[in-house]
């Protein structure tokens, strides 16, 4: 049984969960040659939440994210100890294959990369290179499905297949980003500062959509503003120095920071 005092979270919150994690990590610690990026973090994700992952800049938050999908995969000199389960499996076991696992995640960066192509291609994409859907009737309607699952199909739906994602505005970028790792039908939802360069207006849009769309995904989100994840996350997790400091929900975190180190960083004082 997972001891939660060893990340801090409160125990109250897991207990109200009626199913087990999604994803469990346990003493993950990874190496870039002989750098220690990652020292023995530990943590929970649930369905139908937002985790927001908060901390100083290098302190390891993209580099635990990217864990979850395996992205650090065939990179140089990376050595990864512990142990990331999924659903009770453990994803770098010899039965998984890399890009199957990889599919069950939608990926959002924080500048907006949409495909030099039409809108519908960029959504369609990802749903072609599976293969999940069967004809071009069923492509159509799973593309129209997550441009409005973005709230972007009543901006863009008369000019799907002539308009290139590039000429959008960026907050409409992000949301066809969006709309294309939705694309995979993906369990997970991993994004890395999504709403960092684009407008407050934007910023808005996308934050009412993450609180939407986490009826059917997990969402991981790193974000640099604590009003951000005071608004949308249901759990924040510190990072400091590669060590993950505590998790809690996110009015806990906020009111009460267990560690001085977190308490300096949401009051501002460190960054």
């Known amino acids: 049984m997972f001891d939660t005092q060893t990340t801090k979270d409160t125990p109250t919150f897991a207990h109200r969960r009626n199913s087990p994690p999604i994803m469990t990590v346990r003493n993950l610690s990874l190496h870039y040659g002989e750098k220690l990026a990652l ?90 290179l599976h293969g999940l859907t069967r004809n071009r009737k069923a492509l159509k309607a799973h593309v129209e499905q997550c441009l409005r699952r973005a709230w972007l199909w009543d901006e863009v739906a008369g000019h799907l297949m002539v308009k290139i994602g590039t000429d959008l505005s960026g907050g409409q970028q992000q949301r066809l980003c969006i709309a294309r790792a939705l694309s995979t039908k993906p369990e997970v939802l991993l994004m890395d500062e999504p709403t960092g360069s684009i407008d407050p207006i934007a910023t808005q849009r996308i934050e009412d959509l993450l609180v939407e769309l986490k009826a059917e995904q997990a969402i991981v989100i790193i974000t640099h503003s604590m009003a951000q994840a005071r608004r949308i996350a249901d759990r924040v997790a510190y990072f400091h120095l590669g060590k993950l400091l505590e998790v809690q929900p996110t009015e806990a975190m906020f009111a009460a920071p267990q560690t001085a180190e977190a308490r300096a960083f949401i009051a501002g004082k460190m960054g």
């Open 39 to 128: 020292d023995d973090v530990s943590f929970d994700l649930y369905a139908n939440e937002i985790l927001a992952f908060i901390g100083p800049s290098g302190c390891g938050k993209s580099t635990a994210l990217k864990c979850l999908n395996r992205m650090h995969d065939g990179a140089r000199d990376v050595r990864i100890e512990g142990e990331i389960l999924m659903h009770g499996e453990d994803i770098h076991g010899p039965d998984i294959d890399p890009p199957l696992h990889r599919r069950r995640f939608g990926w959002v960066a924080q500048k907006p990369n949409p495909f030099p192509t039409t809108i519908f291609d960029n959504v369609a994409y990802p749903a072609r």
